[in-house]
């Protein structure tokens, strides 16, 4: 597989991203165009359930809906956050007021992502994410 079409190389782990939305026609559509890039993908339809999995899985990469059931996605950014989760958060929303991407960066997010979006400016700003945080760790 080339490096441009996949997530990793050979032999190196497969980057993991949380998808956290409640919406199932999302999360099925996202998963299954991460998993063809590549990447490993978990996912969780509620707040709560996606913070517990981002403490479990460690995640690279956590696409995070702001309007989760439960707990909502701006609640689980800041948990994820107070509690040292350093991967990248990427907030999903079909809002497209200031506010809520001002909130949003504000409490932690890395980036802001309006719905609809396309799965491939989705993947061009995850991989730009994994680059960053590659970037950082020096690694």
């Known amino acids: 597989m080339a490096e441009s079409r996949?997530?990793?190389?050979?032999?190196?782990?497969?980057?993991?991203?949380?998808?956290?939305?409640?919406?199932?026609?999302?999360?099925?559509?996202?998963e299954r165009y991460l998993r063809r890039e590549g990447f490993r993908v978990v996912t969780a339809a509620r707040g709560q359930d996606g913070a517990r999995m981002a403490a479990a899985e460690r995640p690279d990469v956590v696409l995070l809906d702001v309007m989760l059931p439960g707990m909502n996605g701006l609640d689980v950014c800041r948990e994820l956050r107070r509690n040292g989760f350093?991967?990248?958060?990427?907030?999903?929303?079909?809002?497209?007021?200031?506010?809520?991407?001002?909130?949003?960066?504000?409490?932690?997010a890395d980036d802001y992502v309006t719905k609809p979006f396309s799965m491939r400016e989705l993947l061009a700003r995850v991989r730009a994410h994994l680059r960053a945080s590659t970037a950082k760790t020096g690694s």
């Open 86 to 108: 350093g991967g990248r958060v990427i907030m999903l929303s079909a809002r497209s007021e200031e506010i809520d991407r001002v909130v949003g960066l504000e409490i932690g």
């Open 6 to 30: 996949g997530a990793a190389r050979l032999g190196e782990p497969k980057p993991t991203v949380l998808v956290a939305d409640d919406e199932p026609i999302v999360v099925e559509v996202v």
